[in-house]
């Protein structure tokens, strides 16, 4: 028993290993729409950092801004793009601008998918957990459009 568990291990952590090398070896996302922010993101291989404005409407109608940056990990790939699809993990540092957030410090964490549409363009279908001093504990979809540019090949 302990064989096939050690042999198991060792074939998760070379299959790991192998996918990480599907990821670009360094890339830059224009982010234009709410996921992870409207700004940028720099990735490499399965790691990302990025920074920009991020809007969000935890009531209908109601539109809570905040800048956002944080990091990103990359899991999973998966098609045949150059850039190809993955799932993603991340965790971000966010001030509030305005209303009941105004000035506030909040944290959160965020998984979903990244569908490569057409070249570069991507959609990332996730959901964000917001969490600040004074406020209950916000989730809510984050859908998004981006541009990654590969920069090296």
Same mark, same amino acid.
């Given at each position: 028993m302990q064989?096939? *568990?050690?042999? +198991? *291990?060792?074939?998760?952590?070379a #299959?790991?290993?192998a996918?990480?090398t599907s990821?670009? =070896?360094? %890339?830059l996302s224009? #982010?234009?729409f709410?996921n992870p +922010?409207i700004?940028?993101e720099?990735?490499?291989r399965h790691? +990302?950092v990025?920074?920009?404005?991020? *809007?969000?409407?935890? @009531?209908s109608?109601?539109t809570t801004?905040?800048? =956002? @940056?944080?990091?990103?990990?990359w ?9 190809r &699809?993955s ?8 001030r509030?601008?305005n209303?009941?957030y105004?000035?506030?410090?909040a !944290? %959160?964490?965020?998984t979903?998918?990244?569908l490569?549409?057409?070249k570069g363009l991507?959609a990332?279908?996730?959901v !964000?957990g917001?969490a %600040? =001093?004074g406020h &209950?504990?916000?989730? #809510?979809?984050?859908p &998004?459009? &981006?541009?990654?540019l590969?920069?090296n090949?």
């Amino acid at each position: 028993m302990q064989k096939i *568990i050690i042999t +198991s *291990i060792a074939l998760l952590v070379a #299959n790991l290993a192998a996918a990480q090398t599907s990821f670009p =070896k360094n %890339a830059l996302s224009i #982010n234009v729409f709410r996921n992870p +922010s409207i700004g940028l993101e720099y990735q490499h291989r399965h790691v +990302s950092v990025h920074g920009g404005y991020y *809007i969000t409407a935890f @009531t209908s109608g109601v539109t809570t801004k905040f800048l =956002k @940056t944080g990091v990103t990990y990359w899991f999973l790939p998966f098609g045949k793009k150059e850039i190809r &699809s993955s799932l993603y993990a991340g965790a971000s540092y966010l001030r509030g601008l305005n209303l009941d957030y105004q000035n506030t410090n909040a !944290i %959160a964490i965020e998984t979903g998918v990244r569908l490569m549409i057409w070249k570069g363009l991507n959609a990332r279908l996730g959901v !964000i957990g917001l969490a %600040a =001093k004074g406020h &209950s504990f916000k989730v #809510n979809p984050t859908p &998004s459009l &981006s541009y990654t540019l590969p920069l090296n090949r």
